[in-house]
């Protein structure tokens, strides 16, 4: 005779989606980055680095 095993069902518990709303006082890395418009002298820099133009074609493959 065959013994026929008897598998125990766990209950089904439907998924549970939620949701968190957080109020921030301010941006994930605001305080850690200082911006300073003027050099050690206080005279404000205006004009851009210019370097080289690089000119290649690129292999997306």
Known sequence: MKKEKKMKKNPY????ITVELIAM???IATGSAMVR???DTGQIKTE???GTDISRD???N
Not at 13 to 16: D, W
């Open 37 to 39: 418009p003027v050099n």
């Open 58 to 60: 690129i292999n997306w």
């Open 25 to 27: 006082e301010e941006g």
């Open 48 to 50: 851009w680095q210019e």
């Open 13 to 16: 518990v439907a998924p549970l």
